[in-house]
Structure formats: structure tokens, C-alpha cells
């Protein structure tokens, strides 16, 4: 079956320093990949869209600045949190769509985010 | 706007008696709908998914679900729980058409007790 990847699985950093999160789509091509973050006990909250080559489409609320994706390979997404702070600190989970199927996505383990 | 409604937040069970966990949704056209589980601290695992044809789905893990198009329902079930099936549950839609972005329910956590 897919496979996704990322990591690191857990990351403790201060605040004001920037933390990078890969995505790995690891025995398929993944043309799209999604970001979402997940609060203790909450649902996942879609963070963004992230297409093979082009800019990642943001939902509402979620500052680009901040929370920088780049998709620069077929199987490699990252997320970087720039300058992070506390109210970072989250569970990160990104899925990878299967190309030509549209609704069918395969979600990585998560990154645990700990920002003291 | 589309949304998934799962009314409850947690259920608890015996080990050994049926599950049935509960997802209603809001959208326009034909729903591509979801079922997933959650460990702990872990991604989510594709428990079954409905996107057309028989609407009484066979999932993994003896999970089973049912479309019904009338009470915009698709509800998840299950005849005998096992106390691994402890987890959280979520019903999720697709929705959009070129984004084909995937809404979450706000999950069902699981208790089995013995």
C-alpha cells in the first residue's frame, strides 16, 4: 500500500528558531500533499495545499509567512515554522493524494512540535 | 459549506458488543465520504471509504459502513468490538472540485472496557 513519511516524528525547539518538517510520499508520485495540524483532542484543521511545483494555496487564517511549504518533488513536501513560538506547538500531520485518484490520500504519522 | 457533524464525542463499549458510530454531513453533490482511526499519537488510517455503487461498504478491520442519501448519514459500524479498536474515529468528506481538499468530523474517541 502508499506509504508516507515524515520527520522528524517529534521536535522540542526554542522560541524564535525555525523547525523544518519533511513529507515523503515513499512507493508513489504524489502531485498534491496536504498539511494539516492537529490540537490535543481536536480534529485536523487543513493548514494548506501544497502542489508539485507550483505555491501552496493557504486556507484562511493560516499565515504563509509563517508557515512555509514548498513542494519541490513529486514525493517531498516540507513545512518550515518560521520563528516559532508556543502556540506552535502541535501535532503536524501531512497526507500525499494518490495522482488520478482524487480523493484518495495517505497521511504520514505526524510530527509532535514542541516549542519551549 | 460542507461539514461533517459526528454528535458524539466519546462512546464507550464492551469488549464484544456491536459499534455503531454516528456521521451526518452537509454537502451539495455526491459526497466522496470517509471513515478513519487514530491512534495515539499517530496518523490516520483509512478505515473504508464510499464514493459510488453499493451503499453498504466493507471496510478493514471488520468495519463496515452505510450511505444514506435521505438522512445525509454515513454511520459506522461494527458487530463485535475488539479492545484494540480503542481509538479516535473520524468521518471525513471530499469535497471542491479542482482543491479536492478532505473535511474532517470533529472524531469519536472509543473506550472498550472489558
Known amino acids: 500500500g502508499a506509504v508516507v513519511s515524515q520527520h522528524p516524528s517529534r521536535v522540542i525547539c526554542k522560541s524564535g528558531t525555525s523547525v523544518k518538517i519533511e513529507c515523503r510520499s515513499l512507493d508513489f508520485q504524489a502531485t498534491t500533499m496536504f498539511w494539516y495540524r492537529q490540537f490535543p483532542k481536536q480534529s485536523l484543521m487543513l493548514m494548506a495545499t501544497s502542489n508539485e511545483g507550483s505555491k501552496a494555496t493557504y486556507e484562511q487564517g493560516v499565515e504563509k509567512d509563517k508557515f512555509l511549504i514548498n513542494h519541490a518533488s513529486l514525493t517531498l513536501s516540507t513545512l518550515t515554522v518560521t520563528s516559532a513560538h508556543p502556540e506552535d506547538s502541535s501535532f503536524y500531520i501531512c497526507?500525499?493524494?494518490?495522482?488520478?485518484?482524487?480523493?484518495?490520500?495517505?497521511f504520514g504519522p505526524g510530527t509532535r512540535l514542541t516549542v519551549t | 459549506a460542507q461539514s461533517v457533524t459526528q454528535p458524539d464525542i466519546h462512546i464507550t463499549v464492551s469488549e464484544g458488543a456491536s459499534l455503531e458510530l454516528r456521521c451526518n454531513y452537509s454537502y451539495g453533490a455526491t459526497p466522496y465520504l470517509f471513515w478513519y482511526v487514530q491512534s495515539p499519537g499517530q496518523g490516520l488510517q483509512l478505515l473504508l471509504k464510499y464514493f459510488s455503487g453499493d451503499t453498504l461498504v466493507q471496510g478493514i478491520k471488520g468495519f463496515e459502513a452505510e450511505f444514506k442519501r435521505s438522512q445525509s448519514s454515513f454511520n459506522l459500524r461494527k458487530p463485535s468490538v475488539h479492545w484494540s479498536d480503542a481509538a479516535e474515529y473520524f468521518c471525513a468528506v471530499g469535497a471542491g472540485t479542482g482543491g479536492f481538499k478532505t473535511i474532517f468530523g470533529a472524531g469519536t474517541r472509543l473506550f472498550v472496557k472489558a
Open positions: 497526507s500525499a493524494r494518490v495522482s488520478g485518484l482524487a480523493y484518495e490520500q495517505y
